[in-house]
């Protein structure tokens, strides 16, 4: 199998959809499009209508009580945590790569923001501070208490690798 019908198949399993609105947000707020990609893939496999057992909803699955906090950071006027507002792929890519880029902003690293993404900041602050990591901004992905989480920073990584090589590199 040639490196056409290689990239075929891993498209397939490594689909993108919404791309427009996630190249723009990611260079709005400098974060790489391949991240917004893997955290998409992890958080909701592209279906704009998901919601997790938590309540979490749309493609990078914001809590409503987050998105709610994001819009008053950005001093919208216009407060709504209306689910259908939630489901919108340009308005959920929007705050969510908003809010990567605001966790990228805290912590300094990649790995540690997508920590926070999945378990909170307030989790990965303590887990910083129970390590003494708190002047590193960082924990080693091994040393992630949750096997969720754990979990989670592995695999967005690893997909956001594939995403670079699939859709983002300039070979």
Not at 45 to 50: M, S
Request: net charge positive; with cysteine.
């Amino acid at each position: 199998m040639g490196p056409v019908s290689y990239n075929f198949f891993l498209k397939k399993a490594y689909p993108v959809a919404y791309l427009e609105h996630i190249q723009f947000y990611a260079n709005k707020y400098n974060v790489d499009p391949a991240l917004v990609c893997a955290v998409i893939k992890t958080e909701s496999k592209f279906q704009k209508d998901a919601c997790s057992k938590a309540g979490a909803i749309g493609l990078m699955q914001l809590m409503p009580e987050t998105f709610a906090d994001l819009q008053k950071n950005r001093n919208n006027n216009k407060i709504s945590v209306d689910r259908n507002y939630l489901e919108d792929p340009e308005t959920n890519i929007d705050y969510g790569v908003y809010f990567l880029s605001q966790l990228i902003k805290k912590y300094g690293r990649e790995e540690t923001s997508i920590m926070a993404y999945n378990a909170g900041a307030g989790k990965v602050d303590k887990w910083m501070e129970e390590r003494g990591d708190l002047q590193k901004n960082s924990i080693a992905i091994e040393n992630i208490p949750y096997n969720e989480t754990r979990n989670y920073v592995k695999q967005v990584i690893r997909d956001r690798e594939i995403y670079k090589k699939l859709y983002f590199s300039s070979s």
